[in-house]
Every structure is written in structure tokens, then in C-alpha cells.
């Protein structure tokens, strides 16, 4: 079973328009990570929040994590053409841990942003 | 990119024959890993290694088996493949304490 689920499924937005996205999730967490697919290509890192922060920043992207809703979100501001791709969070431990690194993976969210 | 190269890219194999996948680094990193992308459920981990001839079951390994006999390599092998495990085969490395590195995927069809 997944660990994540991801709110909502497809997103289509206007160019310069924000996007959030919601994940919730099931257990306790190490850390939370959010990351990138472009259509046909592999998944690519965006950003990590760990579990005792509650909002990180990296360029546009905003994360926030609540961990007594089990949730978190990822907010892309002035959103491009260019940010049209699909959106996983992920949860699991840090690689050197018990867990051995391992993700558990939402379904994700497909994002379209049209010029 | 984390120097991380799948093969192949793209396979095309029939009902019941022996398929083996190579996820090659040049990092050398401790930790691999195998995923499957289907429609409606993300990505799931197969198998996963955390040292050379080091490996474990993951979410989804029944029909899998993996081998890892030196660092930068680790293969993933359909010992008899079946319709069902028709998906897109991602390979992952990560450094300790960081995130996730992808390969570029492996497009498998069984027919």
C-alpha cells in the first residue's frame, strides 16, 4: 500500500498562477521529499523537509510539513510552462539509517501549466 | 546526474523468458535500488542493496530477483516474465543521509 496520497490527481493551472499540491500520509516520518517527473524521464529531487521543520524554501518552491495532520504541501508560486510534470512526495528514512534509505512514493500529481 | 545508467532502455520480450536489467553507477554509492512506475500506484520498490552481495525484498519482489557483485552495478532479473510485469523499471542510487538520485528508466513490455 502507498504510503503517500497525493491531492489532487491533475492540476491545470495558467501560466503565472500558483500551484499547490497536498500529500497525506500514513506513519510516523524521518523526512519528506518532494520530487520532479518530466514525461518519460526518471524522477528528479526538488526538495527535503525533515520532520521536526514545519515550512522550507528553495527558489518558488514552498513545502510545508504538519506532522500531527500527517500532510504536507508544495506550493510552486508564478508557476512556468515549463513546471508542466508530475509530482510525487515521498517519505522514508535517510540512507545510513535502519531503513536503509528506502522511499515509500505517493501516486503523484499531474501538473499542467499552459503558456 | 549522478552518473547513473540504466540498460537497456526499451525491451520488447514474450511470456515466460528470463529478462535482466543493469542499473550501472560511477559513484560509488552504498545504496541501490529497483522501482517500478505503473499507472495509478507511483512507485514501488522491487529490491533494494545496501552493500555488494547485500540485498533485500522490497514492496513488490515476488517474480524478482537481484544481484549485486560489485558496487557500481546492480541487475535485476524477471526469472520468468509475465504480462503483469510489464512497467517502467527505474533504478535509484542514494548518498547517506541525502536524496535520491533516478536513472532514466527502463521501458519493459512483455507480450
Known amino acids: 500500500s502507498q504510503q503517500g496520497e497525493e491531492d489532487p490527481q491533475a492540476l491545470s493551472i495558467q501560466e503565472g498562477e500558483n500551484a499547490t499540491m497536498n500529500c497525506s500520509y500514513k506513519?510516523?516520518?524521518?523526512?519528506l521529499q518532494w520530487y520532479r517527473q518530466n514525461s518519460g524521464r526518471g524522477l528528479v529531487h526538488l526538495i527535503l523537509i525533515r520532520s521536526n521543520e514545519r515550512e522550507k524554501h528553495s527558489g518558488r518552491l514552498r513545502v510545508t510539513l504538519d506532522t500531527s495532520k500527517k500532510s504536507s504541501s508544495l506550493l510552486i508560486t508564478a508557476s512556468r510552462a515549463a513546471d508542466t510534470a508530475s509530482y510525487f512526495c515521498a517519505t522514508g528514512g535517510l540512507a545510513g539509517g535502519t531503513s536503509y534509505g528506502k522511499l515509500t512514493f505517493g501516486q503523484g500529481t499531474i501538473l499542467t501549466v499552459h503558456p | 546526474d549522478a552518473g547513473i545508467t540504466q540498460s537497456p532502455r526499451h525491451k520488447v520480450t514474450e511470456t515466460g523468458t528470463p529478462v535482466t536489467l543493469r542499473c550501472h553507477q560511477t559513484e560509488n554509492h552504498r545504496y541501490m535500488y529497483w522501482y517500478r512506475q505503473d499507472p495509478g500506484h507511483g512507485l514501488r520498490l522491487i529490491h533494494y542493496s545496501y552493500g555488494v552481495k547485500d540485498t533485500d525484498k522490497g514492496e513488490v519482489s515476488d517474480g524478482y530477483s537481484v544481484s549485486r557483485s560489485k558496487t557500481e552495478d546492480f541487475l535485476l532479473t524477471l526469472e520468468s516474465a509475465t504480462s503483469s510485469q510489464t512497467s517502467v523499471y527505474f533504478c535509484?542510487?542514494?548518498?547517506?543521509?541525502?536524496?535520491?538520485?533516478f536513472g532514466q528508466g527502463t521501458r519493459l513490455t512483455v507480450v
Open positions: 506513519t510516523s516520518i524521518n523526512n
Open positions: 535509484a542510487i542514494r548518498r547517506t543521509g541525502t536524496e535520491a538520485f
